[in-house]
């Protein structure tokens, strides 16, 4: 999934039941705020959910690239 998305969508909300982080699998759990993100890759709807750990390592990461090419995090 390393093309851009024909549609993409990102909210930040609070866990009502237990999720996994899809970059550290770590549980985010009940009342956790994570950030959810959905959209379509090549015809294909996918959605991940973020932690805000991870989410804050990639807002860090992103915002100090002086480039538009940000890092890609990949379900292992």
Request: charged letters at 25%; aromatic letters at 12%.
């Amino acid at each position: 999934m390393s093309d851009a998305p024909s549609a993409f969508r990102q909210v930040t909300r609070t866990a009502r039941k237990v999720h996994k982080c899809c970059e550290c699998r770590r549980q985010i759990v009940v009342g956790e705020k994570y950030v959810y993100s959905s959209g379509i890759w090549s015809g294909d709807p996918s959605d991940f959910k973020q932690c805000a750990l991870c989410n804050q390592a990639f807002e860090e990461a992103t915002g100090r690239s002086d480039t538009d090419e940000y890092p890609l995090f990949f379900l292992s």
